[in-house]
Structures are given as structure tokens and as C-alpha cells.
């Protein structure tokens, strides 16, 4: 290979001096694994690190480690000097890989311990990062991961030419990406390893890896590092492959009943779709504010006013609110539209989805989360708002009259025994009925939700884009998936009526604007202003574009939004979002 020095073993027999020096491993007797804590890299160039500076990657001494860790970089900078002073790149151009790791476990899985194959047509060419390396006698082994496995690297000692052996010992660390090529061999104890003929360092690492015995085990560093986490964890990049498989399953189902993918705009004029704080940015060519989308809902209601019928689009999200387990200021979501349908053709698709990423990713419907045991069988059970409210908390809400004051007080009776300040609060604040119900809902009804549940028909005060149930006044055809207490998904039968459209946005926007107007009212009892809820802030504006899209016809149709990255984590058994996100938002590190 042009540009890189390759390293060949020669068949002649060499008797080069202790092998263990090779690998820093010291001069004790028997099989040693090397963790690559900086005594071996210091071995390399015989400068010895202190023994409590070898054990520092356990320690907890964050200016130890950071120490430790710097010492090690140094050592290795100057194997980078020493690499390019004898006319070798450390950082390569390219190695012509003939298999994957994977793929050479599967091509010689029936090979018997102790055989070897030598011809011409069994040699093979790999690459990928060495994470382990050990000694035994005169033979080295060394680990190889790729990103679709591991496999072993058989180096004899005495067949090193000239001084490659010297070369090897100082200048390869755990952590470097090798090639290397050779012929195929299983060992007498059943590894089956690659006995190399040539191999060349394609990129010499400057940095240290986590210590194999405790691994990367920071939480907070394994999110700010994902890159470091997923090599010290290979685990944590098999959900971002499951992920991947997730993705692919969705647009397959979706696209396999005639949906098409479009794609809207990222920053928009007006914040619509839904109620959420957006992140503002100033365009300095066109002199004005734009936001981040918090939702693709109204520009994907404006294909279907242009013409199209079926359309989806898989994009991010973002918005300005709190960080926990279940919210991240930008997350996945797929919506999708269809014309001539109404919200039950939903609840098909979401069931369809669900049940077809479970198969892809987990191979049955049967699955784990978190020590709760999900069934995903269709049919799922369907119920409305207003029944699960009465199943769980006894009062039934068709029975309360229009009175708000009267409806709070048999809400609070009813279960008012051990409710936190924050809940009762949040009852007593809420502005209508429908708000009460929802409240009580979220409140009460969510979190029992396990296993999956459509919920059914929402109050109209709370659903500004969703068209009026055609039986119960008052409500819309509206309704949300829950699967372990969380909503997974939100669709509707559309709002198409312009003139009513309007009317529910600007009384959203009124809504929004009184609560704004209240929060910075208010005082904390001593004359000084204080402000009771940032996510209030914000400032709301009609999207009038979308009401003129309106206004020129959309027809009938459903909607659904579906969180990708909720699906995800239920799919992958992770407890967080920031499990599922490869570089998830976080706090400035200190």
C-alpha cells in the first residue's frame, strides 16, 4: 500500500529476545492481558510510569486520571514522530479489507481446533481497531474489532524480519486501527485467528482506552463521549444498529401502503402543530426571526391541499423545554397524512408499525421492558378518555355539569386524599373542563397504562387541530397510543374547516398570550415581579399561510405523529432517551 510501511513475518525461523517486552507486559511467567493504562505505553520507550499511576484508571482522582492520561499522549505523540522519521504514515489512506470479522466466523465455522489453511485461496485481508493483546510463550495475540466483531490475530514471534520486531514492541498500543492480512488457522484451544503475514498501523491512537475491567462506567461521560462509550461498550452501537433496523422497518411498512416521503421545512416563520416552546434564530439576509419546527404537521397538511394524498416524513423536532428520561430538546418523529381516511385507519397503521419493528428488531411480540413483560398482539385495547378516567378514579365526567368550580371540587373529593401540592395545584389551575379531564388523566390514568392502549376521543380544548367527534359534542376524534405508561403516538380525524381552524388557533393563542401576561404579573409578596413559568414565555403567532392553504381546500384525511426515538427505547429496553440518541443534548460540562 502507497504511503504506509507494512510489516512482514518472515517463514524463516528468528530467535528475537523476550516477546513479553514486545507488549510491555513485564517478566513474569504466563498468559498476561495488557489493559493499556500507560505502563505498557511507557514499557514502549523505557520509561517506566510509578505502579499507582498504572492502577489510576480505577482510581477516582479526576487530576490522576487526567495526569495518567496526558503521560500516555505524550508517549504516543512521540511514536507519531517516530513513525514519519522512518518514513511511515500513521495515518493511512486505505486498506483493501477482503472480509469482515463476522463474515470469516461464519466462512469458517466448522473449522477444527489446530487446523490451518495455507492455500493462497484462504488468505485473507481485515482491518479494525485492536482492543486486547496477550502473551504466551512465543506467540503474541492480538484482538481485532470491527464493527461487525471481533477475531483474533495469530503472530509467531520468530518469523519477524529484521528488526520489525523491535519496531512492533515500541511503537503499536491497544487502541491503534491495524490492517492486517494472512491465512486462516483455529487454534488448539478453538479461536479461530488470522496467522498474519503483513499488517500496517492505519491510525495511531493518541489517546488511551477505558480500562477493560470497569470499562466506561461515567454516565455522564459515556453520553458527552459517545464515540468512547461505544468503543469500550460495543453493546451501547448495537442499539444504534437496531435503531437503524427501526428506521428502515417504518419507511418499508409506511411506503408498502402507498405513503410518499417528502421533506418541510426546518426553519419556519411561525411555530405551529403544536404547543411547545420553539428555539428562536435571526436570518440576517432576510432581517427577521425564525424558529426551529416543533412540529411537520401543517406543511405536510399543505401537500395534501396540493394534491398529494399519502405523505410522511421522518424528521427532527425541537423544542425549548426540559431535559429527563423521556425528553431531549430535539427528537425523531415520523408523521404521516392520509387523504379519505379518518383517526381508526390510524390506530391499523400504528398498530402495523409497532408489531413490524418488534418482529425486525426482537423477532416476537413478546417483549421486555424494564422488568415488565409487553404484549404487543393485535388487536390492542381501545377506550376512551372519559371511560379510563372512570375506571380508575370513579368519577365520571359525562355526569358533571358545565359548572368548573363545582367539577373541581368532586374531582379533589374524589381524589384528593394524598395528592401532592404540585397536582392539586395543577387541577385547581386548569381553565375548562376539558383541561380537568386531561389533568386528572395525566395525573391518574397515564402512568398505569402498561401494556397498549389507545386512548380515545380528547376534549376539544385541548385538541386545536383535530376535527369534532361526529357523536359527542364537545370532544374530537382524536387519540394517543400509550405503551408503558408514555404516549408513543397522537393522531387525529384532520381539522379541514378553515373558519373553524381559525377560530381554535386564535383562541389558542389567547389562551397562550393570558397565561403569558399572568406569569409575569405576578409578584412573590414583596413588590418584586416574579416569574412563575419560563415555558410561558414564549411568544405564540398564527400561521396565517397555513389557514389561506385552508381556505383552499384540504380533503378529509387522518393524521399521526409518532415519537421514533419512544419506539426506540421500548424496542431496545433502555430506560433513557439519551440511551437511544447517539449525541444527546446535555448540560456545559464543569
Known sequence: MEGLKVWRLSSSIARPSNLRQLFGLGTSSGLVRCLDNGAAAANATNTRLPSRNRRASTSTSTSTNTS?????????????????????????????????????????????????????????????????????????????????????????????????FEQLKTLVDIGDILGASGSIKRTEKGELSVKVVSFSILTKTLLPLPDKFHGLT??????????????????????FRKRAKIMREIRKTVESRGFVEVETP???????????????????????????????????????????????????????????????????????????????????????IVTQCALEVNGKLTIDYQGTEIQLQRPWRRETM?????????????????????????????????????????????????????????????????????VLD???????????HRRHAGLTERFELFICGRELANAFSELTDPLDQRARLEEQVRQHNKKRAEAVSVTDGTGEQKNIDEDSMYEVTLDDDFLTALEYGMPPASGMGLGIDRLVMLLTDSASIRDVIAFPVLKISQ
Open 68 to 164: 495518567d492520561r496526558e503521560a500516555v499522549r505524550a508517549i504516543r505523540l512521540k511514536k507519531v514522530e517516530q513513525l514519519r522519521s522512518k518514513g511511515t504514515e500513521p495515518y493511512g489512506y486505505k486498506w483493501d479489507r477482503s472480509h469482515s470479522a463476522k463474515e470469516l466466523q461464519e466462512i469458517y465455522k466448522d473449522l477444527n481446533n489446530g487446523e490451518e489453511l495455507d492455500s493462497e485461496s484462504h488468505h485473507v485481508s481485515i482491518a479494525g481497531r485492536i482492543v486486547a493483546r496477550r502473551a504466551f510463550g512465543k506467540l503474541a495475540f492480538l484482538t481485532l474489532r470491527d464493527d461487525s466483531g471481533t477475531i483474533q490475530l495469530y503472530c509467531e514471534k520468530e518469523r519477524l524480519l529484521n528488526d520489525q
Open 218 to 239: 461515567d454516565i455522564d461521560k459515556r453520553y458527552r463521549q459517545r464515540y468512547v462509550d461505544m468503543i469500550a461498550n460495543p453493546e451501547v452501537a448495537d442499539i
Open 266 to 352: 426546518v426553519l419556519q416563520g411561525a411555530a405551529g402543530g403544536a404547543e411547545a416552546r420553539p428555539f428562536v434564530t435571526y436570518h440576517n439576509s432576510l432581517g427577521r426571526d425564525l424558529y426551529l419546527r416543533i412540529a411537520t404537521e401543517l406543511h405536510l397538511k399543505r401537500m395534501l391541499v396540493g394534491g398529494f394524498e399519502k405523505v410522511y416524513e421522518i424528521g427532527r423536532i425541537f423544542r425549548n423545554e426540559g431535559i429527563s428520561t423521556r425528553h431531549n430538546p430535539e427528537f425523531t418523529t415520523i408523521e404521516m397524512y392520509e387523504a379519505y381516511s379518518d383517526y381508526q385507519s390510524m390506530m391499523d397503521m400504528a398498530e402495523e
Open 386 to 454: 372519559h371511560n379510563l378516567v372512570k375506571e380508575v378514579t370513579g368519577v365520571d365526567f359525562t355526569e358533571l355539569e358545565d359548572d368548573l368550580k363545582v367539577a373541581k371540587d368532586v374531582v379533589l373529593k374524589a381524589v384528593g386524599l394524598g395528592l401532592d401540592s404540585k397536582d392539586k395545584s395543577s387541577i385547581e389551575a386548569c381553565p375548562s373542563l376539558g383541561h380537568l379531564l386531561n389533568e386528572v388523566f395525566e395525573i391518574f390514568v397515564e402512568p398505569k397504562l402498561l401494556q397498549p392502549t389507545f
Open 458 to 468: 380528547y376534549p376539544i380544548e385541548i385538541s386545536p387541530l383535530a376535527k369534532p
